[in-house]
Nanobody, 128 residues
Framework: DVQLVESGGGSVQPGGSLRLSCAVS????????MGWFRQPPGKEREAVAA??????????YADSVKGRFTISHDRSHGGALALEMNNLQPDDTATYHC????????????????????WGEGTQVTVS
């Protein structure tokens, strides 16, 4: 398995932008999907975005962030994951977690928590 460490969280005003990063160690060719999930205060964790890291092109987004957030994966930098967040709103306030999948098989569900078997501790994003 791999270790995931998120960074880039902070406090911004509505309409602002942040870029989250997720470092992967050790770099692993066994990862096939990576994703971002978030947990708002007092609520359940929810999917934000996911990417098929094998080709780096297939991306998936929750409806609430489509057009505002962009997920990307950089195979040349140890497989780091990023999330560019624009036009942030108070409802985006949450702890954001990075996730990675090294398993094979199963029912395809890249926006479900159960799809992933590696998780980071999270980074806090506050919009107010």
């Amino acid at each position: 398995d791999v270790q995931l460490v998120e960074s880039g969280g902070g406090s911004v005003q509505p309409g602002g932008s942040l870029r989250l990063s997720c470092a992967v160690s050790p770099s692993s060719n066994s990862i096939n999907y990576m994703g971002w999930f978030r947990q708002p205060p007092g609520k359940e964790r929810e999917a934000v975005a996911a990417i098929y890291t094998i080709n780096g092109r297939d991306t998936y987004y929750a409806d609430s962030v489509k057009g505002r957030f962009t997920i990307s994966h950089d195979r040349s930098h140890g497989g780091a994951l990023a999330l560019e967040m624009n036009n942030l709103q108070p409802d985006d306030t949450a702890t954001y977690h990075c996730a990675a999948r090294t398993q094979r098989g199963g029912n395809w569900a890249p926006l479900r928590e159960t799809w992933y078997n590696n998780w980071g501790e999270g980074t806090q994003v506050t919009v107010s």
